[in-house]
């Protein structure tokens, strides 16, 4: 019974990385860039969502909305400011640091506005846990909620990118930028609309990161952004269902690390997957690679 | 009044200089051909002409309208259109795919249908190869995609950079065969090419293009019997 239990459980974590997976790979996906501020804008998410709800006491699908505008508001400002400019720099290093500055700018401006303390975040999810087996597993509505959530968001962005006019110039740019100009695509918005994306998705897997597991600090992104960035990676990075298996796959064994091996050794033992899958597969579980033509 | 002129332009790639005040001008209906060596600018001139790059002196006049500061992604819908060097498909893309990218810019379904019969009927092969990705085409075909992708915008004039580069000669009949028929339905070419045997043969006037100057200007079948274009671009 407990290991049906530590597999639900699994699910549940897995299920946040995916989310935040998501976004990250559809960042790479498109812009070819990791956007390492990923995780804090997650936690800048669920920051609005305390104050809104926790604090001022408003109903939780305000705060959510204004979490998803905010984020995506933040999101298209980080893109624009920080990383815009750097895109046709000599190294590709100079984005990726800059995202790295971003995080901690990110990081120290929560920390300035609400101070280092943890706050109690209050789940946002009302639906009581389901009891099976006489009690002996138990489902939580964050759970049920945030698998649901994954699945149809992964299921909307990949008609989004296949069937709809933005998705397939999302795929022209992210293959060649200078002939998807050349096919009259906006380069500079079709990013921006994907950074708006990855930011929306940021915010809700915050906040329902945070109806999980409800403590809530300035670097509470910051963890889980790693892992979903290993997540990303671990099931091919830039491709979308990859990140949902990644994610999952990723939840299932460190819950499973922390309940029968060590959960001092979980984080080492998420992040040696990591290393072995990458060492038999470079490219991911569902990564893809194609040669292409010179 | 030419359909598109260039002015005096000046391109630089940081400090150095790759295109030297060069002036030329496409009417309606010619095929003009840009000749040259390696290095002689003529990439350089195409992609500053649609916005690829920017120059630091000179003017882009099209149909009477100055593009020079127009942004690369909004002259594809004023009617022109850049067949690139290397091809520049969509490998992971199907054909379809890559065809329906070229015709991002304009709304009416029904036109694009018709368009993409058009271009089937141009290149029987992209029809039977629809579904498949564009990576996996050989590069005659692949060449044939961005030509066709390139003409889903319905353009009147079309760009084409080196579209013979890397094919075998059957091929590259067929391709230029192609460029005659392009020409024939309408649609104003100018055609960069290191193959200037082939350019020539096809072209109504043609520029000679030396290290970011024009240095021969001319009817095409009077530079195709010159004795310094023999010498120094069809090996004679």
Redesign the interface.
């Known amino acids: 019974m407990s290991f049906i239990q530590y597999l639900i459980n699994g699910i549940s974590l897995g299920s946040v990385y995916a989310l935040i997976a998501l976004g990250y790979t559809m960042v790479y996906g498109i812009a070819k860039m990791l956007n390492f501020a990923h995780g804090d804008v997650i936690m800048v998410g669920a920051f609005t969502v305390y104050t809104l709800c926790s604090t001022l006491g408003l109903p939780p699908a305000v705060g959510i909305l204004v979490a998803v505008v905010l984020c995506t508001c933040l999101g298209i400002s980080i893109e624009k400011v920080a990383y815009k400019p750097l895109r046709k720099a000599a190294s590709p290093l100079a984005v990726l640091i800059t995202a790295i500055g971003v995080s901690y700018l990110l990081q120290n401006a929560v920390l300035l506005i609400f101070g280092a303390d943890t706050k109690a975040f209050t789940s946002v999810v009302p639906i009581e846990p389901i009891k099976l087996a006489d009690g002996q597993i138990s489902i939580s509505g964050e759970t049920l909620v945030t698998v649901l959530v994954c699945l149809v968001i992964m299921v909307s962005l990949i008609l989004f990118i296949n069937k709809s006019k933005v998705g397939q110039a999302m795929l022209a740019v992210s293959e060649d930028k200078g002939a998807a100009q050349l096919m009259g695509i906006n380069v500079n918005s079709t990013i921006a609309i994907t950074f708006a994306i990855g930011s929306a998705l940021a915010a809700v897997a915050g906040v329902l990161y945070c109806s999980a597991y409800p403590s809530l600090t300035p670097y509470t992104g910051s963890m889980p952004g790693i892992k979903a960035f290993v997540a990303a990676v671990f099931g091919g990075i830039g491709s979308i269902p990859g990140a949902f298996i990644g994610g999952i796959l990723l939840g299932i064994i460190e819950t499973f690390g922390k309940a029968y091996i060590s959960s001092q050794l979980s984080d080492a033992i998420v992040f040696g997957v990591l290393i072995v899958v990458l060492l038999v597969k470079p490219s991911g579980l569902l990564g893809k690679n194609i040669q292409e033509k010179v | 009044m030419a359909m598109l002129e260039i002015k005096d332009l000046e391109v630089y790639y940081g400090m150095i200089q790759a295109i030297k005040g060069v002036s030329f001008e496409v009417n309606k209906g010619e095929v003009i051909a840009l000749i040259g060596a390696n290095g002689a600018g003529k990439t350089t001139i195409l992609h500053t002409i649609?916005?690829?790059l920017a120059p630091k002196k000179g003017t882009v006049t099209f149909e009477g309208k100055n593009i020079t500061k127009v942004?690369?992604?909004?002259?594809?819908?004023m009617g022109m259109?850049?067949v690139?060097e290397?091809r520049?498909?969509?490998?992971?893309?199907t054909v379809l795919?890559n065809l329906?990218?070229?015709a991002?810019?304009r709304k009416d379904k029904k036109e694009i249908d018709e368009t993409l019969e058009m271009i089937y009927k141009h290149f029987p092969r992209l029809e039977e190869r629809k579904n498949q990705?564009a990576?996996t085409?050989s590069?005659g075909e692949?060449q044939m995609l961005a030509m066709g992708?390139?003409l889903m915008?319905h353009p009147q004039i079309i760009l084409m950079d080196e579209p013979s580069m890397g094919l075998s000669p059957i091929f590259v009949n067929e391709i230029f065969d192609i460029i005659k028929e392009v020409s024939k339905s309408g649609t104003t070419v100018l055609l960069v090419e290191q193959n200037a045997k082939k350019a020539l043969s096809i072209a109504d006037r043609a520029y000679v293009l030396e290290t970011g100057n024009i240095v021969m200007e001319g009817r095409a079948d009077t530079l195709l019997n010159d004795d310094s274009v023999k010498k120094a671009y069809l090996g004679e």
């Open positions: 649609t916005g690829l942004p690369g992604h909004k002259i594809v819908s259109a850049h690139p290397g520049r498909v969509f490998a992971n893309l795919q329906k990218l070229g991002y810019t990705l990576g085409l590069g692949q992708r390139a915008s």
